[in-house]
């Protein structure tokens, strides 16, 4: 009795050593060496490829290696180019129609008031004065509170531009060189008693943590596509920028297509909009389906989690290391199994 007592006591002394390292290591070593990371991933995806490049065409593998990775880059950032040309343009429609949506938010605002006074008798001129009184005090909060924050959100975002921007051009260059010299790299990690744990708990790692991403992802650009082909086909002018939109909130574990498509189907409801509102709420429970088909499948099986355990982890890696914590949260978990499994 008294052994298994030390023996459940070590097991839990061992678990809480890991869980202490791995919070340590993702807090403050992983924003150091996510770089590298997703070079070696790249260099690991790609070097297949440039092997039979090799082989078949003869060559350096540097060069191969620097074309290989300049082609990507080209087509990420054409891919990425198009993208965004059409979000600023969609965004310029917008700022262009500015009085025309001003204008029907009026209209709507006035609906509403109607609304309000047929259910309970105040009238909507009452209303409209009380809230036409309340706008110049919103107008000078705005200003003495919002636009220094937004000036402030401005320079932020600048220099988090520079610092990606400069991220980028890190992981290009290491890519490159993990790329040539991958094998000696791979074997001098092999041969040390380290880097072989390392690597083992890594390779688990990466199948578990990369069929979580990888489910995400595709969960994500599923409900994108379900969302902008639905607001194309409702005759929206906005539907890649809203779409796309709706899509990273659904992501978020905290939002969901609920939070933007509910208060929009019931405020086309009050406009007497009937056909749009029956259209949002059937594209939110075809996305609500489609995540709770796939996330199943796509997450549970491959991540050799419960279910319940990705809802905890994600829920307690959002209280421990912010926003990032729905994915860091599970991958936390992940590592902290392999090693205990592997040590």
């Given at each position: ?29 992983l924003p150091l060496v996510v770089p ?232 086309e409801l009050l406009q007497g909009k009937y056909m749009l509102a ?66």
């Open positions: 009795m008294r052994d298994e007592v030390k023996e459940n006591g070590r097991k839990i002394g061992k678990i809480l050593g890991i869980t202490v390292a791995v919070y340590a290591c993702i807090r403050w070593l590298f990371f997703i070079a070696f991933l790249l260099a690991k995806i790609l070097n297949p490829l440039v092997e039979k490049l090799e082989k078949k065409l003869r060559g350096k593998r540097s060069i191969w290696s620097s074309i290989l990775v300049g082609l990507l880059v080209l087509m990420l950032g054409a891919l990425l180019i198009y993208f965004l040309k059409t979000l600023l343009e969609q965004f310029v429609n917008v700022a262009e129609n500015f009085e025309e949506y001003k204008r029907q938010f009026q209209m709507f605002f006035n609906d509403c008031c109607c609304q309000v006074e047929a259910m309970t008798g105040i009238q909507a001129q009452v209303i409209q004065d009380g809230v036409q009184k309340q706008l110049p005090e919103l107008m000078r909060h705005m200003k003495t509170n919002m636009v220094p924050a937004l000036m402030d959100g401005t320079i932020t975002y600048a220099r988090n531009t520079f610092v990606c921007i400069g991220i980028c051009f890190v992981v290009i260059i290491s890519t490159i060189l993990i790329l040539k010299d991958y094998k000696k790299i791979r074997s001098a990690m092999e041969n040390n008693p380290i880097g072989q744990i390392s690597l083992k708990v890594c390779r688990k790692t990466y199948e578990a943590g990369g069929a979580y991403i990888k489910a995400q992802v595709i969960i994500m650009f599923a409900i994108s596509a379900v969302c902008v082909a639905g607001l194309y086909l409702s005759g929206n002018h906005y539907a890649l920028l809203a779409g796309c939109g709706i899509g990273i909130c659904d992501a978020m574990p905290f939002l969901g297509t609920g939070t933007i498509f509910i208060p929009w189907a019931l405020i029956a259209i949002y709420t059937v594209i939110y429970t075809i996305c609500t389906l489609m995540r709770e088909i796939l996330e199943p499948k796509l997450v549970g099986n491959k991540l050799g989690m419960h279910p319940l355990s990705v809802i905890v982890s994600m829920y307690v890696g959002l209280g421990i290391y912010g926003l990032w914590g729905f994915a860091l949260g599970p991958l936390s978990y992940i590592l902290i199994k392999e090693i205990y499994l592997t040590i």
